[in-house]
């Protein structure tokens, strides 16, 4: 079966320890980039069928992933989003927009 898509990093070693094989190659960074946003479409889309838990945690580890190659931690996210949380708010109050 050929997939052509990115997986998280421990996927050919338990592939392999379950008796299967893979073929496997490093992308170049701007592959990587382009890999991880179709990987963040992929979990958004398996989230949005789903909404599991789990499918929103999938949705985190590439969100990381994407900020790493911004050079920015998990940290330095939530900084950000804290900093905008503050100054514009967040969605908590559930507000519609409907003119303005």
């Known amino acids: 079966m050929i997939y052509n ?3 998280r990093d421990r996927i050919p070693e338990i592939i392999e320890s379950k008796g299967g094989t893979c ?6 960074d701007e592959e990587y980039a382009q890999k991880l946003d179709q990987k963040l479409g992929e979990e ?11 499918e929103l945690a999938d949705l985190l580890e590439v969100i990381y992933a994407c900020a790493a190659l911004q050079s920015l931690c998990p940290a330095d996210l939530e900084r950000i989003r ?5 100054k514009r708010g ?9 003119e303005g």
Do not use: C, N, Q
């Open 5 to 7: 898509k990115l997986v």
């Open 23 to 28: 073929k496997t190659r490093i992308l170049s």
């Open 44 to 54: 958004l889309a398996e989230y949005l069928d789903s909404h599991s838990p789990e």
């Open 82 to 86: 804290a900093d905008k949380a503050d």
């Open 90 to 98: 967040g969605f908590g109050e559930k507000i519609l927009l409907i």
